[in-house]
């Protein structure tokens, strides 16, 4: 029968990127439309549209449960697609939502659904201009798979980072994933863990009204496989080495000790409402004062920068005054939470 797929292919990590890498692109033959295509394995693909580029991109979200501490599938939907558009410096224009439903789903989990995906985007705003809807027999609750456009005057790419370059973060890590572990798991605490699922196209935009979009070198939204995952990318595409401080790195209390409980490392999990960017470090305290003027940025730090050793690797410096790799993880340690 041969090799099969395992969950582990899709949590993002270095499993699912041997996928990409070993079958996916080596199967499919036209991969670009002129600009930045599937090739770059980027958070989407620009497309010259006069003077300026369209960006497109496309997100499936198969979380377990459709509601959780802080969202749900319908703003998870939304909320990824937008910040995918956003990490790539696209104003979102449009949304597509195709929905895959069980047959038996309750009416009405399907009307909130839909409530939270249209509260969301009149958050950015963007509309949902088109869709589909299919209906089947297997034992699943519902997938959702969004679609988006958006327009960028000077697109950004996770492989632009440059030696001396300062490394940001838009606010606390590992909220998303470690919420849903801990629902899952019952643990509570005196402070009720909640997921970060939010669109950020207001945060990335506060930066480049206050720099200019030529200053923002790299970006990344933190999902699947979380912080290390997307640090390492950033910094294998464009072949530098990156410096973090462990110290500098924004973690809620309940995160860490919910971290600890369960054995997983807070920068492992999945963010679902958080930047990682990369600017020039001349404009670094003027973006980061960008960022904490917004709600969703408000918790922002500086938590290290680009260096030129170890290129193609993240160097952790750790509380204690040592030095250790932040190895990307195999895959996102938390199913089925995006």
């Given at each position: 029968m041969g090799e099969k797929i395992k969950l582990e292919h899709g949590a993002g990590g270095e499993i699912m990127e041997e996928l990409l890498r070993d079958v996916i692109l080596k199967t499919l033959t036209l991969k670009s439309a002129g600009g930045i295509g599937l090739d770059a394995l980027d958070d989407g693909a620009t497309i010259p549209f006069g003077d300026k580029h369209m960006v497109f991109t496309i997100d499936g979200h198969t979380v377990r449960p459709l509601f959780f501490p802080g969202g749900d599938i319908g703003r998870?939907?939304?909320?990824?697609t937008v910040n995918d558009l956003a990490v790539m410096g696209a104003e979102p224009i449009?949304?597509?939502?195709?929905?895959i439903i069980g047959e038996g789903l309750g009416m009405e989990i399907l009307k909130r659904v839909l409530k939270s995906m249209d509260e969301t985007a009149r958050e950015v705003p963007v509309p949902i201009v088109t869709g589909d809807t299919k209906v089947v027999e297997d034992k699943i609750e519902m997938f959702v798979v969004t679609a988006g456009i958006g327009i960028a005057e000077h697109p950004v790419s996770d492989a632009g980072a440059k030696v001396g370059d300062v490394v940001l973060v838009s606010g606390t890590i590992g909220d998303h994933g470690i919420a849903l572990m801990s629902h899952r798991e019952g643990i509570a605490f005196e402070t009720e863990l909640k997921s970060d699922v939010a669109p950020i196209w207001d945060v990335v935009?506060?930066?480049?009204?206050?720099i200019g979009w030529e200053k923002v070198h790299a970006m990344k939204d933190p999902t699947r496989a979380g912080l290390s995952n997307a640090l390492n990318e950033i910094?294998?595409?464009?072949?530098v080495g990156i410096l973090v401080r462990e110290a500098d790195i924004p973690i809620r209390p309940e995160v860490r000790a919910a971290?600890?409980?369960l054995g997983i490392s807070p920068y492992d999990v999945a963010n679902e409402g958080k930047v990682v960017m990369?600017?020039?470090?001349e404009y670094a305290e003027e973006a980061l004062e960008a960022m904490r003027k917004t709600e969703k940025g408000r918790n922002a730090a500086i938590i290290g920068e680009v260096i030129d050793d170890y290129r193609g690797k993240v160097l952790l410096e750790t509380g204690i005054g040592g030095k250790r790799f932040m190895e990307p993880p195999e895959g996102d340690p938390v199913p089925r939470i995006c």
């Amino acid at each position: 029968m041969g090799e099969k797929i395992k969950l582990e292919h899709g949590a993002g990590g270095e499993i699912m990127e041997e996928l990409l890498r070993d079958v996916i692109l080596k199967t499919l033959t036209l991969k670009s439309a002129g600009g930045i295509g599937l090739d770059a394995l980027d958070d989407g693909a620009t497309i010259p549209f006069g003077d300026k580029h369209m960006v497109f991109t496309i997100d499936g979200h198969t979380v377990r449960p459709l509601f959780f501490p802080g969202g749900d599938i319908g703003r998870l939907a939304v909320s990824g697609t937008v910040n995918d558009l956003a990490v790539m410096g696209a104003e979102p224009i449009a949304l597509a939502n195709s929905m895959i439903i069980g047959e038996g789903l309750g009416m009405e989990i399907l009307k909130r659904v839909l409530k939270s995906m249209d509260e969301t985007a009149r958050e950015v705003p963007v509309p949902i201009v088109t869709g589909d809807t299919k209906v089947v027999e297997d034992k699943i609750e519902m997938f959702v798979v969004t679609a988006g456009i958006g327009i960028a005057e000077h697109p950004v790419s996770d492989a632009g980072a440059k030696v001396g370059d300062v490394v940001l973060v838009s606010g606390t890590i590992g909220d998303h994933g470690i919420a849903l572990m801990s629902h899952r798991e019952g643990i509570a605490f005196e402070t009720e863990l909640k997921s970060d699922v939010a669109p950020i196209w207001d945060v990335v935009k506060a930066v480049a009204d206050s720099i200019g979009w030529e200053k923002v070198h790299a970006m990344k939204d933190p999902t699947r496989a979380g912080l290390s995952n997307a640090l390492n990318e950033i910094a294998r595409k464009s072949n530098v080495g990156i410096l973090v401080r462990e110290a500098d790195i924004p973690i809620r209390p309940e995160v860490r000790a919910a971290s600890e409980m369960l054995g997983i490392s807070p920068y492992d999990v999945a963010n679902e409402g958080k930047v990682v960017m990369v600017v020039a470090r001349e404009y670094a305290e003027e973006a980061l004062e960008a960022m904490r003027k917004t709600e969703k940025g408000r918790n922002a730090a500086i938590i290290g920068e680009v260096i030129d050793d170890y290129r193609g690797k993240v160097l952790l410096e750790t509380g204690i005054g040592g030095k250790r790799f932040m190895e990307p993880p195999e895959g996102d340690p938390v199913p089925r939470i995006c």
